[in-house]
């Protein structure tokens, strides 16, 4: 079980600066002494970036959780 922890927390420290690292270079094309762009291509990237996100989020919270069909049902 230990295992499972440790390589998740040197995989997951990895993984989140290697994200963090191409976030911060993303953000050089900001530069409009070297760059054109519009707001819709500036929104295209932040919505591309917020939905992959959006979906990772995801798998982390379903982790774990078991579907039971009536655990909801009130009266039963």
């Given at each position: ?17 290697k994200v ?17 762009y519009d ?38």
């Amino acid at each position: 079980m230990k295992d499972k922890r440790t390589n998740f927390i040197r995989l997951a420290e990895q993984r989140t600066n290697k994200v963090l690292k191409a976030v911060r270079t993303l953000g050089h094309c900001s530069n409009i002494n070297l760059y054109e762009y519009d707001s819709e291509q500036v929104e295209a990237i932040f919505k591309a970036i917020e939905e992959e996100i959006e979906t990772v989020k995801i798998k982390f919270e379903r982790e774990g959780k078991v579907f039971k069909l009536g655990d909801d049902v009130e009266g039963e």
